[in-house]
């Protein structure tokens, strides 16, 4: 019953954060040097803004995706933004896109760990 950290950002904060984040990863992609980081920034981006869109919360826009695959989404990106630049190679090289894909990251990851999660419908919920 007891949760190691308070959750205290309300869902539709989140779902905003999640629209923002994806933008900042997208805007990275825009500018950044090095195709890979165009591409990790594109995916990130594109990742977060459609769990955003299709997942089971009030302000979800076609709820297919549960509540807490929504969060497994958003643990998965942040670490992925926070790994790439290291693990693909453009940290050094393309300094501005790998300091955000970090930054966006780490506020992934944030948010996933203090959110007050909500179901609107309960998909993917058993009955039982």
Known sequence: GVLPLARV???DAHTAGDVVL??????????ATSGRARAVGAA????????ALLSDHRLGVKKVLSIETHHAIDCALGAAAIAAPFALGYAK???????????????????AALT??????GVGRHAG
């Open 9 to 11: 950002v309300p869902q």
């Open 93 to 111: 090289d393309d300094r501005a896109a790998a300091a955000l894909h970090v930054g966006v990251g780490g506020a992934m990851l944030a948010g």
């Open 44 to 51: 990130i981006g594109l990742g977060a803004i459609a769990a």
């Open 22 to 31: 994806g933008l900042g990863a997208i805007a990275a992609a825009l500018f």
């Open 116 to 121: 007050d999660y909500r179901a609107a419908l």
